[in-house]
């Protein structure tokens, strides 16, 4: 399992650094030592992600804050839920790259409400609130089953999902200490969804933002 793990970041890395290698060349800020800037689709448009260049750059207000009550604001375990893969930055760039390259396969999810995503999102990513697959929240199981049939390529028979040709999610919230993408995260697998389908990425929008990377509003 290790070495499938290897393998992967390894081909992950590969790939990106050779689709970015000649934009690397005179920044100061990269990606990685190869790596300058990724381009992906929003919304239908071409958007770079890359980080901020000027070197006095910092952190907006809304991710500088250390301290918020737990609960509701505790920190995630690295690990959210058997079989649920936890990614990172440069993973994250790998599924957005590939989504946008066309691959139906791949859908990256903010899943946080529509009050944040307007402060900006990762480019590339559709927003689905946490409340809308949350039955605690007034989600309804028909509510839910819909999404996944228009959304997430799930098909349903005489009551039973098919999840064959599920797409790959990659869901994020607000980081660490955030919510809304776990409780997606659960709610998905409660009806049924494959863990091995579904990634995390737990640094989420705190250290998107961290590492100066683009967002979209």
Not at 68 to 96: K, S, W
Not at 116 to 123: L, M, Q
Request: contains cysteine.
């Amino acid at each position: 399992m290790k070495l499938k793990h290897l393998l992967a970041s390894s081909i992950i890395a590969l790939g990106l650094a050779t689709m970015s290698v000649a934009n690397a060349g005179d920044m100061k800020v990269k990606i990685t030592p190869k790596m300058g800037s990724v381009t992906v689709k929003h919304n239908g448009k071409s958007v770079t992600i890359q980080r901020n260049q000027n070197n006095k750059n910092d952190v907006i207000p809304a991710f500088a804050k250390t301290s918020r009550n737990c609960p509701p604001f505790c920190i995630n375990p690295m690990q959210l839920a058997p079989g649920v893969e936890t990614v990172g930055e440069i993973e994250m760039l790998h599924y957005l790259k590939t989504m946008s390259d066309g691959d139906k396969s791949i859908l990256v999810v903010d899943s946080r409400t529509p009050d944040w995503v307007a402060r900006g999102t990762i480019p590339g990513a559709i927003n689905l609130p946490w409340t809308k697959l949350n039955p605690a929240k007034g989600a309804t199981p028909i509510e839910i089953a819909e999404i996944m049939e228009k959304h997430f390529g799930v098909t349903e028979s005489e009551g039973l999902f098919n999840f064959s040709k599920a797409k790959t999610l990659v869901l994020f919230c607000n980081g660490m200490w955030c919510g809304q993408s776990p409780n997606n995260i659960r709610n998905l697998m409660k009806f049924g969804y494959p863990a091995h389908k579904i990634k995390w990425y737990r640094g989420g929008m705190q250290n998107w933002e961290n590492l100066g990377f683009t967002t979209v509003k």
